[in-house]
């Protein structure tokens, strides 16, 4: 069964950082590509960024490039998202999501619960 | 990366078939057949119903269908059921390499 598991969310003050980890288990990790997608309240699905079975291909939304970092670590079968200088707007509920393919076209065929994470003073 | 244009809201009786359109450009929608449907009941994940514009995953009813014409993409439902009302989304690859979704639309079964 396929799970992924996420972790590293909570509150955090405008400008801060903060490091979402996810964990996968029940399918070859890195036979896949990998996205993280969110979720703000209330609101739509919007993309923030994927990798591909190597790490060879990264995408960002043009909302996060230069502020996040997506990365991943085969050997422990596990995706990250490093989000900086965060922002009110990027408050939201964040999918550690699994692409059906080895490169990040798509579609998603698997999703975890999520983490919230608010940005606050 | 606009947002794939999508309805706000549709709604159809027991039994009924409803079409949800997806509407883009040719960067995205109308440049590849990469175009993917998912379905999110309130507090869950989404889940995948239609990928590659009109396939199935293993599970999903064979009420749901996709299709694409030009720049828009369509999700069909047919013989609507109380448990399909849930918000539907698109989503399509991008010449960018990147994913883009729909703005969301919420069914509702009368």
């Known amino acids: 069964e396929v799970q992924l598991v996420e972790s590293g969310g909570g509150l955090v003050q405008p400008g801060r950082s903060l490091r979402l980890s996810c964990a996968a288990s029940?399918?070859?990790?890195?036979?896949?590509?990998m996205h993280w997608v969110r979720q703000a309240p209330g609101k739509g699905l919007e993309w923030v960024s994927g990798?591909?079975?190597?790490?060879?291909?990264?995408g960002y939304a043009d909302s996060v490039k230069g502020r996040f970092t997506i990365s991943r670590d085969n050997a422990k079968n596990s995706l990250y998202l490093q989000m900086n200088s965060l922002r009110a707007e990027d408050t939201a509920l964040y999918y550690c999501?699994?692409?059906?393919?080895?490169?990040?076209?798509?579609?998603?065929?698997?999703w975890g619960q999520g983490t919230l994470v608010t940005v606050s003073s | 990366q606009s947002a794939l244009t999508q309805p706000a809201s549709v709604s159809g009786s027991p039994g009924q078939s409803i079409t949800i359109s997806c509407t883009g450009t040719s960067s995205d929608v109308g440049g590849y057949n990469y175009v993917s449907w998912y379905q999110q009941h309130p507090g869950k994940a989404p889940k995948l119903m239609i990928y590659?514009?009109?396939n199935r995953p293993s599970g999903v009813s064979n009420r749901f269908s996709g299709s694409k014409s030009g720049n828009t993409a369509s999700l069909t439902i047919s013989g609507l059921q109380a448990e399909d009302e849930a918000d539907y989304y698109c989503?399509?690859?991008?010449?960018?390499?990147?994913?883009?979704f729909g703005g969301g639309t919420k069914l509702t079964v009368l």
């Open positions: 029940g399918f070859t990790f890195d036979d896949y590509a």
């Open positions: 990798i591909s079975w190597n790490s060879g291909s990264i």
């Open positions: 989503s399509s690859y991008t010449s960018s390499g990147s994913q883009v």
């Open positions: 999501a699994k692409d059906k393919e080895p490169v990040t076209r798509g579609p998603i065929d698997y």
């Open positions: 590659d514009v009109s």
